[in-house]
């Protein structure tokens, strides 16, 4: 009867045990897999998860709190969820929240089946404000912005063409560079502040504005004196026209490169009056954009040289057999050649090439004829001057009938 009766408790206590167990396992809670966020707005998040498949009825609610604490001692806001997704809303923009969902076996959300762990979400940050280029060289753009407070990135966009844009770069600072450009070329920018969370959600400016900035100009190709009016002292110089510029920057320099003018045009041309005679000129142009309060230039154009003596005058024999010219020297000049035609369109013969120290030039002969008494000839006077090994022509000549 004793070994029976052990036997028995035996069997009682394997029985005990087993419901023991049994009973533990029903009330501990199951996990819900695959919670993250899909989406951002200002005010909102939607997030999303794996059905639970514990039990032949389940019922969800979204928990979602300031903080992990608050969430897990229950100080957070709870709603229930339709299906295996929901957007909670009335949120702050830039925010930060924290997000579990619980499975419940009832509608009343009492009776506890299973939880996800805690993940980190976040609303849509605030646009950027008060982009602004900073700097341009001929194939670089600099910009910067003010921060975005949450955020932990700025994307870089261009506008490529309508409804076309793509991001070119992230930065963690609120200043960037853009290179691979060319000169001369206008772009406009727009900054997205992004902000990723501890699950991985990159969250993403709620809206952006576009700024247009430039790179540093192209060369001026070319410079010139246009027209000079010898009886009034006015020159006129010309340039060619650059893509995307501000302005101009002319200068007009002596033979020993001392400024004589400096002057910013808005347009690609300049009158000069009264015009620097008696001195060999050089004058350069180079175009700028404006950032801030700073100009930016490309590069200088050549040197365009001139010179105008500040006086010529010419005198005939009563016979009309002989001309005599005598100028004014010029500063800078490397010598001086005198021409003759009968016309004063072309049909030049050179007379002579003179050193920098002559000032006076004696005419007998038109080629190898001598001078006619009964023809009015045309006398030229050309400027040269220095520059390397090499004598440069004045694009202005004194010319004169007699």
Known sequence: MKKSVKM????????FTVLLVSGTESKAA??????????????????QWDAYLGANSVYYA??????????????????????????IYDLTQGGTYYVRVVAYSDYKLTQLLASSSIIQVATSLPKVTNLVQTGATANTISM????????????????????????????????GTVSGLTASSEVQYFIVPTKTTTAGFVVTGDSFSGVYMKTTPAKVSKVAMTNFYDNINVAYYGWTYVN???????????????????????????????YYKGVFTKARVRAYITVGNTR????????????????????????????????????????????ISTKSTGGWKKVKSLSSKKKSCTITKYGKKKLSKNKT?????????KV???????????????
């Open 296 to 339: 930016l230039y490309g590069p200088w154009s050549g040197y365009n040289y001139n010179a105008s003596s500040k006086s010529v005058k010419m005198k005939r024999t009563k016979n009309r057999k002989k001309i005599t010219v005598t100028w004014k020297k010029i500063t800078g000049a490397s010598g001086y050649r005198v021409y």
């Open 377 to 385: 000839y045309y006398v030229k006077v050309q400027y040269l001057t």
């Open 144 to 175: 910067k912005w003010d921060a975005v407070v949450g955020a932990t990135g700025y994307q870089i966009w261009r506008y490529n063409s309508y409804d076309n844009y793509s991001a070119i770069a992230t930065v963690a600072s609120t200043s």
């Open 244 to 274: 995307k510029t501000d302005g101009y920057q002319f200068q007009l320099l002596n033979n020993k490169g001392k400024t004589l003018l400096n002057s910013y045009e808005s347009s690609t041309s300049i009158r000069i009056s009264p």
């Open 30 to 47: 199951g996990t819900i897999t695959g919670l993250k966020q899909t989406k951002a707005s200002s005010s909102s998040v939607s997030v």
């Open 388 to 402: 390397g090994k090499k004598n440069v022509v004045s694009g202005v000549s004194s010319v004169g009938s007699i």
């Open 8 to 15: 028995l408790l035996a069997v009682c206590a394997f029985a």
């Open 62 to 87: 979204t928990w979602i709190g300031n903080s992990v604490a608050d969430v897990q001692a229950g100080n957070a806001k709870k709603e229930s969820a339709y299906g295996t997704t929901d957007t």
